[in-house]
């Protein structure tokens, strides 16, 4: 059922960064990173299942772990993967909220680390909004469950009928 | 300094191994997307920096700490000197033009207009009686930067918008009808400037083509006569600095 909101992990987005860099824009050295769009149709599948969300939601936490993981990539390729994620976040009117360290319970922070624990309480305060967390992080749809909030991993959305 | 090579490179050269890893190499993947993009007359124009995101200079293609291996390609291989610039002088010019477009687009209130006049259409269409498809966002919060948006969109000639994009169902609905009326939009006494753009676009579509050929020849004749693979081939893991594998 689609609700609201749904807040965006960092897995899902490189996902969907990794599918255009290496579709649009031939960065073929990055098809190997791909781990769940390595067709066309989950691709669609998931970008279907996001647009059936009013709004996408996310922290800057994740924008910090997307650095981490662009900066291990081919330096040459560095301004268009950016530019990449520009569009994206752009194009589906992506919102970024801050959430504190000094908002996080410190043992989740340990658990599951900052990024994950922020699209937590950012699912938190949109509760009445019916707020969906998308991740590909089994621990984190864990926390999700315990806190009461829809969460769902990328492999779960590929597998619906 | 004499442009004229004394000793020409031998076998297996480190020297021509690193022009093909470090310079061609990267420059044939990128001059091939480029090309693919411009197939499509897509210049990855943004209005937020006004420029071709996915086009760049040629020196922009290639890692800072290379750059000297650039300039002793271009030292022995003077032929690529004028092509690197050709391919950098139309790509200048493409941006210009679409700059030069944009503008005019967003000055125009023939065209704001239009984009006013279909944003009212579509947000009286997107309620629960009459659904394009469920769930689909109002632009209303965009109203003022959509005509900057659409503007950006056809400067870059695109068809189809990726479904998770805002504004997916209303360029499903008006995205042919604003690519069909862009000359109009341009206003008569604007129109050469249409016309420029799409010349330049032209220009930069065949200098690109052209650079990807010979880039991709240079490559064949340097593996060819210095008997050198075209890919690095897989060193063992290391620490050092990739800078350092080819020279294994």
Known sequence: MSGQIVVLDTGPIRELITYR??????????????????APSAYSKFTKFLSSYRRKVTSPSVVVELYHWIRKTDRTGHNRLWSLVHDEFKGMGMEEDLVTLLEMPLDLVARCGPADISLLILAQRHLPSQPMVVTIEAELAAECFRARINAIQIQEILTQV | MSTTPETKPGRHSQRVAAWIYTVLNPLVDAIRNET?????????????????????????????????????????????????????????????????????????????????????????AIGPSHPYIPNTPSLGSMKNDLPRYVAENLINNIATMPTHYTIHAFWERFGQVLRSRMPEFAGYKQ??????????????????????????????????????????????????PDAFRYLR
Request: hydrophobic content about 35%; glycine content about 4%; aromatic content about 10%.
């Open chain 1, 21 to 38: 860099a290496v579709h649009d824009l031939g960065f073929a050295s990055l098809r190997a990173q791909l781990q769940f769009f390595s």
């Open chain 2, 191 to 240: 129109r050469p400037s249409f016309q420029g753009l799409h010349t330049v676009m032209e220009n930069l579509k065949q200098t690109s083509a052209s650079l990807r050929k010979g880039l991709e020849e240079d490559r064949l004749r340097l593996c060819r006569e210095f008997d050198l693979p075209a890919a690095q081939p897989m060193a063992p893991q290391t620490t050092e």
């Open chain 2, 36 to 124: 693919r993009l411009l197939e499509k007359a897509n210049i990855s124009w943004r209005c937020h920096t006004r420029r071709s995101e996915y086009i760049r200079p040629i020196q922009e293609y290639i890692e800072a700490h290379y750059s000297p291996n650039l300039e002793d390609f271009l030292a022995e291989n003077a032929e690529f000197v004028g092509k690197f610039e050709e391919h950098d002088n139309a790509l200048r010019e493409t941006e210009e033009q679409a700059s030069k477009f944009y503008d005019i687009l967003v000055g125009s209130s023939l065209f704001t207009g239009a984009v006013g006049e279909m944003l009212t259409e579509y947000e009286s």
